[in-house]
T-cell receptor
Framework: DAGVTQSPTHLIKTRGQQVTLRCSPK?????VSWYQQALGQGPQFIFQ???????QRGNFPDRFSGHQFPNYSSELNVNALLLGDSALYLC?????????????FGPGTRLTVL | AQKITQTQPGMFVQEKEAVTLDCTYD???????LFWYKQPSSGEMIFLIY??????QNATEGRYSLNFQKARKSANLVISASQLGDSAMYFC????????????FGRGTSLIVHP
């Protein structure tokens, strides 16, 4: 049973560029959430996708956008990269109908913006 | 206001000893869930244990137990018989009811297990 997978593992970009990160949820899960984890901090919620729509959004600018595909996989796009966007980006999946929908995390994508 | 507070930036424990990692939370919602995650240096967040606000008993999962004191709003993680592989960052998180599906994380505690 495959867990949550993310690609790429590492990424280096320069300021002003755009980046796309990808996530495949755990088998049987239909909900995908994205988090940003800066060095020395806990994960900060970016947004969550369910049924191909953004269900909830955290306090992140519109430069952060996402998409969910019919197979439940998801992408996170960040435009006009800033130095402060350097972080570990974590994807988590869960099953919406389970009230105790524990989120299972992927290994993350480490983004460095130069 | 901080919803999840982890006051111990770093903890050290001898192998095979027990250790308690502190977590306090703040919510006015009567329905909420509390989680603990482990994050090794590889980066992946590993789910350890869950406690619901209406659960009558403290949650246990193998060597992990959650010391849930509702009146004090604390949810401390107890790791028994520490192993070298337990060295990692540990995060406490809370998800409130009322339709929100999103957990809020604390800043984490770094645990180092000495041989």
């Amino acid at each position: 049973d495959a867990g949550v997978t993310q690609s790429p593992t590492h990424l280096i970009k320069t300021r002003g560029q755009q980046v796309t990160l990808r996530c495949s949820p755990k088998s049987g899960h239909d909900t995908v959430s994205w988090y940003q984890q800066a060095l020395g901090q806990g994960p900060q919620f970016i947004f969550q996708y369910y049924e191909e729509e953004e269900r909830q959004r955290g306090n992140f600018p519109d430069r952060f956008s996402g998409h969910q595909f019919p197979n439940y996989s998801s992408e996170l796009n960040v435009n006009a990269l800033l130095l402060g966007d350097s972080a570990l980006y974590l994807c988590a999946s869960s099953f919406a109908l389970l009230k105790r929908d524990t989120q299972y995390f992927g290994p993350g994508t480490r983004l460095t913006v130069l | 206001a901080q919803k999840i507070t982890q006051t111990q930036p770093g903890m050290f424990v001898q192998e095979k000893e027990a250790v308690t990692l502190d977590c306090t939370y703040d919510t006015s919602d009567p329905s909420y869930g509390l989680f603990w995650y482990k994050q090794p240096s590889s980066g992946e967040m590993i789910f350890l244990i869950y406690q619901g606000s209406y659960d009558q008993q403290n949650a246990t999962e193998g060597r992990y137990s959650l010391n849930f004191q509702k009146a004090r709003k604390s949810a401390n993680l107890v790791i028994s018989a520490s192993q070298l592989g337990d060295s990692a960052m540990y995060f406490c998180a809370m998800r409130e009811g009322g339709g929100s599906y999103i957990p809020t994380f604390g800043r984490g505690t770094s645990l180092i297990v000495h041989p």
